[in-house]
């Protein structure tokens, strides 16, 4: 990060690129030819609230966004998603896949001055594991060794996380753990100090990041200030402002972005189609369009009813023609989806079919389950946190086709993202619309964290021990095509028993103002540009 951007870093691949990436491009500007200018704000939209700051607790994109820039782990990624030295300079696995040592970077410093240190880093990781943490993300960690016991009361310490010296830290896991590595770049397993932490640290945090948190004002904005002492060098621009907008509204960002009060915003979906086909923005601004590592999909809650029942959740998927949905109503050059991976992660299965659109099949389904023509079903919700135009039309699709096969459903805005959360957190929405934005680059990041019974983010309430027995096989599994066999037979599993309507894949289609520069967007999209690096050119 920073400005050690323009030297070459040793980089560990945890696979090839060829394999990882089936599609993508990039159109990027600003390089380290350019003369870098110091000075600015940068603003940009947040399309919800974040939750919390502290990275022990961070599950939404929103918290992600701003966290990153004010934190560090030991690794993180490039604009590649290879996996790359952040406050470890470099590292070392040994041949049975058990053993990770990281050497650390001298003089690296915390917001309030301290050096970080291993023990920083045992700290942190342990306090996730913590019972009285009750971190939501804990399940990314229990594959080191004496976690699990940690996490259960039973033991004192995590023997798995040792510290020979202050620059040196050793992590040993019970179990080869493929995306290891690749967890260690993700938000929560950034950096902490111990000292700076109470209950108010989630929204006044204290990391190692290119920048400083300074203020959040509930509702309006966050304000992150250049951290001079960053180890990466300091950051270009004086500040970061992020704008809060509460429901998602696209619409709203964009033309606050026209009117020059943002640098960057996502192509609404009402917008794509004049802007790819009007030159003038193409002269006005600067885009940027790549496909991104994610899934947009409505989750069905299975432990309520009438939802308990496979052939309803069944006769929902094959009743809603997602894929007209996608493109005529979606657009943003988003991909229709027929499962849970993603083009570009491991596992995807470009033959895959899932439900296509057969309202015929969907009535015969309500039949023998014993509701011909819905008959008994009572209206279902439907919960979003979006108001966008796009989110609205597209419930309005789904109502409508439903309808059609006789079921009732009643779309339903939550008033903020953090009311949506809760809401579906506990299991109070019987069906929810939502996205998953990847946090690494691994199937894992998709079929595990939405569908082992154990993960906290599994939404649904989806519960098959064979799944889950496969998913735990398949993050020990080191030879990378058993691992695209074993996930592609989870995706297959799942999508038997219909928990979820895969929708689409969302690119990353962003404007940029003609002055900002430095900007690189990996296949992480938005939340995970370096900042750091982005400058503003002044006439």
């Given at each position: 990060m920073g400005k050690e951007f323009c030297k070459k870093l040793g980089v560990l691949l945890l696979v090839s690129l060829s394999q990882l990436f089936l599609l993508g491009?990039?159109?990027?500007?600003?390089?380290?030819?350019?003369?870098?200018?110091?000075?600015?704000?940068?603003?940009?939209?947040?399309?919800s609230e974040p939750t919390n700051l502290d990275p022990a607790y961070i599950t939404d994109i929103y918290s992600v966004n701003v966290a990153m820039n004010i934190f560090?782990?030991?690794?993180?990624?490039?604009?590649?998603?290879?996996?790359?030295p952040a406050i470890a300079r470099v590292w070392k696995i040994s041949r049975d896949h058990l053993t990770y040592t990281f050497f650390l970077r001298q003089g690296v410093t915390f917001h309030n001055g301290r050096e970080v240190t291993s023990r920083d880093f045992i700290f942190s990781l342990s306090r996730i594991l913590s019972p009285d943490t009750k971190s939501p993300v804990?399940?990314?960690?229990?594959?080191?060794?004496?976690?699990?016991?940690?996490?259960?009361?039973?033991?004192?310490?995590?023997?798995?996380?040792?510290?020979?010296?202050?620059?040196?830290?050793?992590?040993?896991?019970?179990?080869?753990?493929?995306?290891?590595?690749?967890?260690?770049?993700?938000?929560?397993?950034?950096?902490?100090?111990?000292?700076?932490?109470?209950?108010?640290?989630?929204?006044?945090?204290?990391g190692t990041g290119a920048y400083r948190f300074d203020s959040w004002e509930p509702g309006r904005r966050i304000l992150l200030k250049a951290n001079e002492s960053y180890f990466g060098g300091r950051p270009f621009v004086d500040s970061l402002h992020f704008r809060i907008y509460q429901n998602i509204e696209w619409e709203k960002i964009f033309?606050?972005?026209?009117?020059?009060?943002?640098?960057?915003?996502?192509?609404?979906?009402?917008?794509?189609?004049?802007?790819?086909?009007?030159?003038?923005?193409?002269?006005?601004?600067?885009?940027?369009?790549?496909?991104?590592?994610?899934l947009v999909y409505v989750g069905m809650n299975v432990s309520v009813r009438p939802l308990k029942d496979v052939r309803i959740r069944k006769a929902i998927s094959y009743g809603?023609?997602?894929?007209?949905?996608?493109?005529?109503?979606?657009?943003?050059?988003?991909?229709?989806?027929?499962?849970?991976?993603?083009?570009?992660?491991?596992?995807?299965?470009?033959?895959?079919?899932?439900?296509?659109?057969?309202?015929e099949k969907a009535r015969q389904l309500l039949q023998d389950a014993g509701h011909p023509m819905g008959r008994g079903i009572e209206p279902i919700e439907i919960w979003t946190v979006s108001k966008s135009e796009s989110v609205q039309k597209e419930l309005q699709a789904y109502k409508h086709y439903l309808a059609e096969i006789g079921i009732q459903l009643v779309p339903k805005v939550a008033k903020n993202w953090a009311e949506f959360l809760e809401r579906i957190n506990k299991k109070k929405a019987p069906m929810y619309y939502a996205a998953w934005y990847a946090d690494?680059?691994?199937?894992?990041?998709?079929?595990?964290?939405?569908?082992?019974?154990?993960?906290?983010?599994?939404?649904?309430?989806?519960r098959n021990p064979e799944v889950d027995e496969i998913l735990e096989r398949a993050r020990r599994e080191i030879d990378y095509m058993e691992r695209v066999k074993l996930y592609r037979n989870i995706e297959r599993m799942v999508m038997q028993e219909a928990p979820i309507i895969c929708q689409h894949v969302n690119s990353f289609n962003y404007l940029f103002q003609p002055w900002v520069r430095g900007v690189k967007v990996s296949y992480l999209g938005a939340a995970y540009i370096p900042y750091g690096e982005v400058w503003i050119e002044k006439k």
């Open positions: 491009y990039l159109q990027g500007y600003g390089d380290c030819s350019e003369r870098a200018r110091y000075g600015g704000t940068y603003r940009l939209p947040l399309a560090d782990g030991l690794v993180e990624f490039d604009k590649e998603l290879n996996v790359v804990a399940s990314f960690f229990l594959n080191i060794k004496g976690a699990k016991a940690y996490n259960e009361g039973k033991a004192f310490s995590v023997s798995g996380l040792r510290a020979p010296d202050p620059y040196t830290l050793k992590i040993e896991l019970e179990h080869p753990f493929t995306p290891f590595l690749s967890i260690l770049a993700m938000a929560n397993a950034k950096v902490v100090p111990v000292e700076a932490l109470g209950p108010s640290f989630g929204r006044h945090p204290v033309q606050d972005f026209e009117h020059g009060l943002l640098d960057q915003a996502i192509i609404p979906s009402n917008k794509y189609s004049t802007i790819m086909a009007d030159p003038s923005y193409g002269e006005r601004f600067t885009l940027i369009s790549k496909p991104t590592l994610n809603i023609d997602t894929e007209s949905i996608v493109r005529n109503i979606t657009k943003r050059g988003s991909i229709p989806a027929k499962g849970v991976l993603p083009p570009g992660v491991a596992g995807f299965n470009p033959k895959f079919k899932g439900y296509g659109y057969d309202p690494y680059p691994d199937p894992d990041n998709f079929l595990y964290v939405l569908f082992h019974s154990k993960s906290r983010t599994n939404r649904m309430g989806y």
